[in-house]
């Protein structure tokens, strides 16, 4: 599914120092995991397109990232 770099974690909650690289599959796992992800969440960012899920989860979460 690729990789990305975390740029700027807001307010550091998710425990992403800035310049983490992580595969989007662990990036789907954490949120999955998480208090922000409920089943119907998940089950519809699995059915979209990787780069708009990634952009959910990143601004629910305040991260800046790219791919790499």
Same mark, same amino acid.
């Given at each position: ?9 807001? !307010?550091?909650?998710? %425990?992403? #120092? *800035?310049?983490?690289?992580?595969? $989007? ?17 998940? !089950?519809?960012?699995? %059915?979209? #397109? *990787?780069?708009?899920?990634?952009? $959910? ?12």
């Amino acid at each position: 599914m690729g990789k990305i770099k975390i740029l700027r974690d807001s !307010d550091g909650a998710y %425990g992403y #120092p *800035i310049g983490t690289i992580l595969s $989007v599959e662990e990036l789907f796992k954490d949120f999955r995991e998480s208090n922000d992800c409920d089943d119907n969440l998940y !089950d519809y960012l699995c %059915g979209i #397109p *990787i780069p708009y899920a990634v952009d $959910v989860i990143a601004e629910k979460w305040g991260l800046d990232y790219k791919f790499v």
